[in-house]
């Protein structure tokens, strides 16, 4: 089974979600099926029908949300004081048109590009990766070659 990596942050997030699930939303749609199911006839009731269906749904991601967890590696950076590089850190990058841009290498399970948080498996994750302070890197892209040059390294 292959390991997913993931930070502190990515891994509360997953747990509150399965929280969430498992103690509000479950017990809701349960309670919901059980009402529908008292009003009689269950091959023509509509609520009681979307009601299994949502439990369904509600189990699998609760499944999935598991198996996650139990095949993940949360990987501890606050504090690291590394001069490269690596799963967690916070870069500002410099593009060729003197623009800057913060990303954070997070897991694929994380990852949210509008916000800065790009996977380490990314071409530009992977470009960053073991890379120092002043160093350049060529992400090699669909839409072309982009030049970023590393300004600041940080683990949060």
Known sequence: MPTYYLTPAGAKKIVDELNRLMHVDRPKIVQEVSDAAAQGDRSENAEYIYGKKKLREIDRRVRFLRKRLDSCEVVETSGALLDSVRFGASVKVED????????????????????????????????????????????????????????????E
């Open 96 to 155: 060729e048109e003197g623009e800057e841009r913060l990303y954070t290498l997070v897991g694929p399970d994380e990852s949210d590009p509008s916000l800065g948080y790009i996977s380490f498996q990314s071409p530009i994750g992977r470009a960053l990766l073991k890379k120092k302070v002043g160093d350049t890197v060529v992400v090699q892209r669909p839409a072309g070659e982009l030049e970023l040059t590393i300004l600041e390294i940080r683990y």
